[in-house]
């Protein structure tokens, strides 16, 4: 079964500051994806990472992925306020169908 | 281009009756997705289809759930009865083949 893990689950940090979000996945993966959700909207796609070494920047965020050790990273420069949000990882099913599992979120709040 | 556009956006309604959450997704788009999220458990894939067909329900709950999609612009989601512990978000999302999911804004559902 595959499992996503995310770290921190709550984060909490001050404008300006850098910060790294985490996600571990338990088994090989053709695809990451970093969605973000506002309280109380939708999920947002941010990022797919498709290859080892894939780096994604948009903004004030960047996302990694290393394959070899099942992790990828969302990399967070200079924190602005309206970056507060839940941000989630999901990653494909081996095999490469669509079905997706996500990780249990890092909610983000950037305290000015 | 209109979003994923579900329907109701908040339900209330007592523990036994019969629940219909409808989704219509982005035009073109051929798989489509059913999610629960709740505090608890996080973010669970129920069911996704592809072409109107259902490729994996294992995450339907119990028999109390169904869904179905009988033409490509239009899915429902079905609890019957419904229970307390039933309360929560559901979102449906829609892609193409690897492509990220796009989500619609959800219904609350609560149940009484």
């Known amino acids: 079964e595959l499992k996503v893990e995310q770290n921190p689950l709550f984060l909490s940090m001050q404008e300006g500051k850098n910060y790294t979000i985490y996600c571990n996945y338990s088994t090989t993966s053709d695809r990451l994806y970093w969605y973000r959700q506002d309280p109380g909207k939708s999920l947002e796609s941010l990022f797919v990472?498709?290859?080892?070494?894939a780096v994604k920047q948009e903004g004030r965020l960047m996302a990694s992925l290393d394959t070899k050790a099942r992790l990828s990273t969302l990399h967070i420069t200079a924190a602005v306020h309206d970056l507060s949000a839940t941000y989630f990882c999901a990653v494909d099913s081996p095999g490469g169908n669509e079905k997706l599992t996500f990780g249990t979120g890092t909610r983000l709040t950037i305290i000015p | 281009d209109a979003g994923v556009i579900q329907s109701p956006r908040h339900e209330v309604t007592e523990m036994g009756q019969e629940v219909t959450l409808r989704c219509k997704p982005i035009s073109g788009h051929d798989y489509l997705f059913w999610y629960r999220q709740t505090m608890m458990r996080g973010l669970e894939l129920l069911i996704y289809?592809?072409?109107?067909?259902?490729?994996?329900d294992s995450g339907m709950p119990e028999d109390r759930f169904s869904a179905k999609m009988p033409n490509a612009s239009f899915s429902t989601l079905k609890i019957q009865p419904s229970e307390p512990r039933d309360s929560a978000v559901y979102f449906c999302?829609?892609?193409?083949?690897?492509?990220?999911?796009?989500f619609g804004d959800g219904t609350r559902l609560s149940i009484l």
């Open positions: 990472l498709l290859s080892n070494g």
């Open positions: 999302a829609s892609s193409l083949v690897y492509q990220p999911q796009h």
């Open positions: 289809f592809n072409n109107n067909v259902p490729i994996d």
